[in-house]
């Protein structure tokens, strides 16, 4: 009798032990949504190291990029109704549940990169980013990734306020990149990322604005003859994750997750800082376009302040931050 319970007990630690192991085995399977293409930093030095360096904390992270999973706001519904786990979407997105966080990226509000990486810290945006948590599902993890420095390039010279002009300008489908092309003086013409280099290439806009690696990396060089330096705006994107995804983590690895969301984070700075300046370097070098450097930011920038700060929604915020951030 005492041999048989002694052999049930260890059947059940057998068992129990099994299942414990089991369950420390099963891995956190999520997927990575990213608009941009493998070659570009949010992939190649942040999605994908990623991937790998959570792999180690038990995690199994898909990365689709190349706007396999829709636009940025079709991504941004998906993270906010759990059919995605995480994406790095451009906050000016998230102004369908919050309106008032357009203003991080409206045009001019940062000199530097500096700036638009400190603005997360700031109680505006923090505020900000608890409001999105509260109504759209939408939790902002780590440091945000910077997508670079915007310029605008096309088939127009540009020196000058008035060169904006008539200018068909494509920008996001976004209410705040609408008002950024008219801060400008363009003709904001909203056109599908996917569809960009097509409507440059057919004459469907005249112009478009991205950073120098996207520009380079995404082949908009090809069909554009000019790039100016206008460095209208500073993008840096956060980092978000469903909350239901994120309650269902353990604290060790929502730890993780923030720990590499930020070391992310530091890789893309380092990457665009470096692709920014061989893609100018190879342009100089090769002609393939125009880098127009001689034009008159101030003028075009004291333009799009006056538009911003005052009119909008979030104008009096605009005209705060730029305070703040001096």
């Known amino acids: ?10 059947a059940a630690l057998i068992t129990s032990t099994a299942i414990a192991t089991t369950a420390q085995a099963q891995s956190v399977e999520a997927t990575f949504g990213i608009l941009f293409g493998p070659t570009t930093p949010f992939v190649a030095c942040g999605g994908n190291p990623m991937a790998e360096e959570l792999a180690d904390a038990g995690f199994d992270i898909s990365v689709v990029h190349s706007a396999q999973l829709g636009s940025e706001n079709q991504m941004a519904e998906q993270v906010s109704f759990g059919e995605l786990e995480m994406a790095v979407i451009t906050s000016s997105i998230f102004a369908a549940w919050s309106e008032n966080i357009s203003v991080l990226e409206t045009y001019y509000l940062y000199d530097n990169v500096d700036q638009v990486m400190k603005v997360y810290t700031t109680p ?3 505020a900000l980013m608890d409001e999105l948590l509260e ?45 950024g092309a008219k801060s400008l003086g363009a003709q904001p013409t909203p056109v599908a990322y996917s569809e960009l280099y097509l409507a440059l290439q057919q004459g469907i806009v005249d112009g478009a604005e991205a950073p120098i690696p996207i520009i380079g990396l995404e082949s908009f060089d090809e069909p554009a003859e000019y790039v100016a330096m206008t460095r209208h705006l500073i993008t840096a994107a956060p980092f978000v994750v469903n909350e239901d995804f994120w309650q269902s983590l353990n604290a060790e690895e929502q730890e993780a997750l923030t720990t590499a969301a930020t070391s992310a984070s530091e890789r893309v700075r380092e990457c665009v800082d470096t692709a920014e300046a061989e ?4 342009w100089k070098e090769n002609g393939e376009v125009t880098v127009i450097e001689d ?19 979030y104008s009096e915020t605009y005209v705060k931050l730029l305070e703040d951030l001096k």
């Open 124 to 126: 505006t945006a923090q």
């Open 279 to 282: 893609t100018l370097a190879k």
């Open 135 to 179: 109504v759209a599902n939408v939790r902002v993890v780590g440091s945000p990734w910077l997508y670079g420095v915007r310029n605008v390039f096309g088939m127009k010279e540009i020196h000058g306020p008035d060169d904006f002009s008539g200018m068909r300008l494509r920008v996001p489908e976004t209410p705040v990149s609408i008002e």
């Open 1 to 10: 009798m005492q041999i048989k319970r002694a052999t049930a007990a260890i």
């Open 295 to 313: 034009l008159d930011v101030e003028a075009i920038k004291a333009k799009a302040r006056e538009h911003f700060s005052s009119g909008l929604p």
